[in-house]
């Protein structure tokens, strides 16, 4: 048997079957463009091999075992409009697993949706990533979120933020989410970031701009039931909305700076905020 493959049990209508896996013995690149195809192999930039979407690329690489090697998924610039959320599986192996964009200019990579009840990324137990390079926004009705980060160590880079329609980024249940990048923030949402339910998020550093006078209807950030913010970086621009809202013995840390908003913070039931 060559030694780039491992057999894993694959279980199909109650019958268990052996399954070929791929070793990697290099760093892998997937590349997704606005005029590729999922029934391609993603593994170069033109239009005949990239990758239509980003899950095709993500459910290409969740078939392989990286093993100590790196897996990037390159998505090139243009607007990919999402009818359904991209879930993020948890690979196989230690190497470092990115989403890239465009870092230069994020907002000439836009991922986009404005289907009721679409959140444009869920990382779900998926281990350790990193987020890089998009514009963000997502306009549909219902509850339709940026990111969630359920149980995952997720390290964002340079990014924007436009309108969103409930939360840019929610963590929940061990979630650790961590940039010390520069970000802009250009659009509208009921809030910003919220953690909840023993996570955490790290704002170490980096220069965010606030563009166009957001609103943040619900609070730039909440902590909820245990959840922790910290904020070193710097902020500046305006937006209107609660700054923050921190209850049931969660915490958050400003690092000094005035919060994004028009309206003071409040904190309840163990809440606490510096």
């Known amino acids: 048997m060559p030694t780039n493959v491992a057999i894993d049990n694959l279980t199909v209508g109650g019958k268990t079957t052996p399954s070929v896996r791929e070793i990697l013995t290099a760093s892998r690149t997937y590349y997704v463009r606005t005029d590729g195809n999922d029934n391609n192999n993603g593994l170069a930039n033109t239009s005949g091999e990239a990758f239509l ?4 690329a993500l459910t290409v690489a969740a078939a392989l075992d990286c093993s100590t090697y790196d897996v990037t998924i390159q998505v090139a610039d243009g607007t990919y ?4 959320t991209i879930a993020v599986p948890e690979l196989t192996g230690s190497g470092t697993f990115t989403i890239r964009g465009n870092t ?3 907002s000439s990579c836009i991922i986009t949706s404005s289907t009721a009840g679409v959140t444009l990324f869920t990382f779900s137990k998926a281990g350790k990533w990193t ?4 514009k963000l926004t997502n306009t549909g009705a219902g509850i339709n979120h940026g990111i969630i980060i359920n149980s995952t160590l997720l390290t964002l880079g340079v990014m924007e933020f436009g309108a969103i329609t409930r939360y840019g980024l929610l963590l929940n249940g061990l979630a650790y989410v961590l940039t010390s990048a520069n970000w802009t923030i250009s659009g509208s949402a009921y809030g910003f970031v919220t953690s909840q339910r023993s996570s955490a998020f790290v704002a170490s550093a980096g220069a965010w701009t606030i563009s166009g006078t957001p609103n943040f209807s619900v609070a730039f950030a909440t ?5 922790a913010i910290q904020f070193s970086n710097s902020f500046s621009g305006s937006a209107t909305g609660k700054r923050y809202d921190v209850t049931l ?3 958050l840390s400003s690092g000094g700076s005035t919060l994004p908003g028009d309206v003071a913070g409040t904190t309840a039931t163990g809440g606490q905020y510096t």
């Open 53 to 56: 979407t980003i899950q095709a």
């Open 223 to 227: 902590g909820y039931l245990m959840g």
């Open 131 to 134: 987020m890089e390079g998009f």
């Open 249 to 251: 013995n969660s915490a």
């Open 104 to 106: 230069s200019t994020p």
């Open 81 to 84: 409009t999402l009818t359904s």
